[in-house]
T-cell receptor, first 112, second 121 residues
Framework: QKEVEQNSGPLSVPEGAIASLNCTYS??????FFWYRQYSGKSPELIMS????GDKEDGRFTAQLNKASQYVSLLIRDSQPSDSATYLC????????????FGAGTRLAVHP | EAGVVQSPRYKIIEKKQPVAFWCNPI?????LYWYRQNLGQGPELLIR????????DSQLPKDRFSAERLKGVDSTLKIQPAELGDSAVYLC???????????????????FGAGSRLTVL
């Protein structure tokens, strides 16, 4: 089992819709989770971090964490074509301080 | 504030040749990472430094890969000899010390450089 699993997509949504990206992880001890956005040919950039169960909202983005189910999600409201990118889910490995483990990413395509 | 700086951005070499990548982290970031990202995959950690000490190099192919971080600032990653399967993007990232901020702090999140794209022919 991979430590961080994501559906590779592509996830295609119309402009203005809600995009829902999901991620499951295997390390029960992990406390820190991150969503990075990566445009084609660019490096990952952090868009959300979440450490507690529940929802965390930042503008059009909402991260959701359920530690009991080992599940993290990212919702993007009012999706825009500029949101088209690969979204990488990452967790800080509990046994290794600053070791960040990434999923393979979900490709999101927002069409006009 | 300057971000994480990497060079070269692109490198094309023939197999069996050596190659080196350089990284300058964000000022004050004691933790430096080298990740490798294959096409369609997420970044995979190769090595992590806390200051000048390599604290996690379990996934670094030590027969051909080496890294150093002299003086705890800049770092170089070397491959010698390169193989076809080494074609990938090599990402450097840095973060502030985990010990000072704890697991629930946003201060020690990773910031990536632009990456070095390696093509081995």
């Amino acid at each position: 089992q991979k430590e961080v699993e994501q559906n590779s997509g592509p996830l295609s949504v119309p402009e203005g819709a809600i995009a829902s990206l999901n991620c499951t992880y295997s390390d029960r001890g992990s406390q820190s989770f991150f969503w990075y956005r990566q445009y084609s040919g660019k490096s990952p950039e952090l868009i959300m971090s979440i450490y507690s169960n529940g929802d965390k909202e930042d503008g059009r983005f909402t991260a959701q964490l359920n530690k009991a189910s080992q599940y993290v999600s990212l919702l993007i409201r009012d999706s825009q074509p500029s949101d088209s990118a690969t979204y990488l889910c990452a967790m800080r490995f509990s046994g290794g301080y600053n070791k960040l483990i990434f999923g393979a990413g979900t490709r999101l395509a927002v069409h006009p | 504030e300057a971000g994480v700086v990497q060079s070269p951005r692109y490198k094309i070499i023939e197999k069996k040749q050596p190659v080196a990548f350089w990284c300058n982290p964000i000022s004050g970031h004691n933790t430096l990472y080298w990740y490798r990202q294959n096409l369609g995959q997420g970044p995979e950690l190769l090595i992590r430094y806390e200051n000048e000490e390599a604290v996690d190099d379990s996934q670094l192919p030590k027969d051909r890969f080496s890294a150093e971080r002299l003086k705890g600032v800049d770092s170089t990653l070397k491959i010698q000899p390169a193989e076809l399967g080494d074609s990938a993007v090599y990402l450097c990232a840095s973060s502030s010390p985990y010990e000072l901020t704890g697991p629930s702090s946003g201060a020690n999140v990773l910031t990536f450089g632009a990456g070095s794209r390696l093509t081995v022919l």
